[in-house]
């Protein structure tokens, strides 16, 4: 008898509710190997990003494919006029960008969830559904409990209304964005300012104490660890940024001049 595989990899709600820091990999180049090579890797999830990144939707949905082939959970960062579609291809995460108020996350979470939990529309023809092998009532009830909302908090405007939007039931995780708050907060490319850092930790502290899980960007082992310990559960290094720091070491080796 052939047992069918899931589609959606609906591990990260639970996750997310767990104390052990997830360590992911932002993957903005539009190639499902390099998501084969951090499943492989041991990476907790990676984060297709349509955002800044060059992915079109066929090829984030070969994405997804690596993601789900090489075990690794897949996020896909996505603006909300997408979401339905990236949940539609398999999608295991939503993560929006620049949410800065109750009423969009509330929203965001509506369409994430299909009803009586949100709005999404239903099409069981789906991959997310095994193009109907499995649709229905288990599609309905493994969507709704295993497909994570994560928003990002990147403007001054969120960090003044955090309380309000971290209290919008059905989201997973908040993802403090320390680039666009440098720029909010007037110290432009210093995500490392003392005044964003403390905004940083300020809203580490109210996502815990609303039982949502803290994310924010760790550039470095050392930065992920020091996060961490502020209680941090949710964080993705960036590829492009490691392949790049390996290969100016790389060159920097090979030419040195040796005796």
């Known amino acids: ?5 899931n589609v959606i990899d609906t591990r990260l709600p639970e996750l997310l ?3 052990r820091a ?22 907790d999830f990676v984060i297709v ?3 800044h990144g060059s992915a079109g939707i066929e090829s984030t949905e070969h994405m997804l494919r690596a993601a789900r082939a090489s ?46 939990l949100g709005t999404r529309g239903a099409a069981f023809s789906t991959r997310a ?6 649709g229905g009532d288990r599609h309905v009830a493994d969507s709704n409990a295993g497909t994570a909302v994560i928003v990002m908090t990147e403007t001054r405007t969120a960090i003044e209304h955090l309380d309000e939007i971290l209290s919008v039931p059905g989201i997973d995780a908040v993802f ?28 580490i502290a109210r996502a815990l104490a609303h039982g949502v899980a803290p994310g924010v960007l760790a550039v470095s082992p050392d930065d992920f660890h020091r996060w961490r310990r502020k209680g941090c ?19 920097a080796a090979a030419r040195a001049t040796r005796a």
């Open 1 to 5: 008898m052939n047992t069918v595989m």
């Open 17 to 19: 509710r767990e104390w």
């Open 22 to 43: 997830l360590l992911g990999m932002f993957v903005g180049t539009a190639a499902p190997s390099l998501v084969e090579m951090c499943g492989h890797a041991g990476i």
């Open 49 to 51: 990003d349509n955002e």
């Open 71 to 116: 075990g690794i959970i897949p996020v896909v960062r996505t603006v909300e006029s997408d979401i339905l579609r990236m949940l539609d291809i398999g999608a295991s995460a939503i993560q929006v960008p620049q949410v800065n108020s109750a009423e969009q996350a509330r929203r965001i979470v509506a369409e994430a969830k299909y009803p009586p």
């Open 129 to 134: 559904a095994g193009y109907g092998f499995f």
């Open 176 to 203: 403090f964005g320390p680039n666009d708050l440098s720029f909010s907060f007037g110290h432009p490319a210093q995500p490392g300012h003392p005044e964003v850092v403390a905004a940083i930790e300020h809203g």
């Open 233 to 251: 559960r949710y964080l993705p290094m960036v590829l492009s940024g490691l392949l790049a720091n390996a290969l100016r070491t790389t060159v």
